[in-house]
């Protein structure tokens, strides 16, 4: 597998954690063991199963150091998630660390692209 192809999967795993976050965050919102909670809830668990089972997968053609130095795009996704889904406010110093992030991102991934 190529590198580009490694790392749209490996973002495309991120987005996918970044999902299930929204799964738990609707399932707060419902009453503790009602069936709307425990179908999030276990909406959320399926979700980050998968996510798990391909990160290992991913794992094989990523260092761990740079997979785990891209975790740090799902703060990014859920800012985005967190607005669109759940009117949250995005503020300035968020925007600031959002771009804190993507450049350390990028300063790790840019010796492997």
Do not use: C
């Amino acid at each position: 597998m190529n590198k580009i192809k490694s790392y749209i999967l490996l973002h495309m795993m991120l987005l996918m954690l970044s999902i299930g976050g929204i799964f738990s965050k609707l399932a707060s919102r419902q009453e503790f063991l009602s069936v709307q909670f425990i179908s999030l809830y276990v909406g959320s668990l399926i979700v980050l199963f998968i996510y798990a089972i391909a990160w290992q997968q991913i794992l094989k053609h990523i260092p761990l150091t740079v997979a785990y130095a891209n975790k740090g795009i799902s703060l990014i996704w859920g800012m985005i998630f967190g607005n669109v889904f759940f009117s949250e406010v995005i503020t300035l110093n968020m925007i600031i660390g959002a771009v804190i992030v993507f450049l350390g991102i990028l300063m790790v991934v840019s010796d492997e692209v």
